[in-house]
């Protein structure tokens, strides 16, 4: 979390990502994916992890990249806030919380 802090509160102008098209937004994909499986690993070393750990994993996430991209639109000179960037970290962390939930699905039916 404080790495895409630090991240998403610079002034990337000029700074460009030469991969592919639309390249940013599955770097916000993966990072709030990450975000979820990292939180959940969390509760799982803790064995603490159930449903509603991975719920409240991916909900923290998303208010987190909901919080992110309007201190960018509002605070961060040189940045804005954008709904693609939100979506992408929406899904992002569903897809991470969906990965969790089937290993932890796995885990629970077959062990």
Not at 36 to 56: C, D, E, P, R, T
Not at 82 to 98: C, K, M, P, R, V
Request: charged fraction near 15%; charge should be positive.
């Amino acid at each position: 979390m404080v790495g895409v802090l630090f991240l998403s509160t610079r002034n990337l102008s000029g700074v460009s990502i030469p991969l592919f098209p639309g390249a940013d937004k599955f770097i916000h994909f993966v990072f709030y994916a990450l975000m979820v499986i990292i939180i959940s690993w969390g509760y799982h070393k803790l064995l603490q992890l159930n449903l509603s750990k991975i719920a409240f994993a991916a909900y923290w996430s998303i208010l987190y990249g909901g919080l992110l991209e309007l201190i960018q639109h509002f605070l961060v000179q040189g940045r804005s806030g954008e709904w693609e960037d939100f979506l992408a970290n929406t899904i992002g962390a569903l897809f991470g919380s969906y990965i969790i939930f089937k290993k932890y699905l796995k885990r629970t039916t077959y062990n």
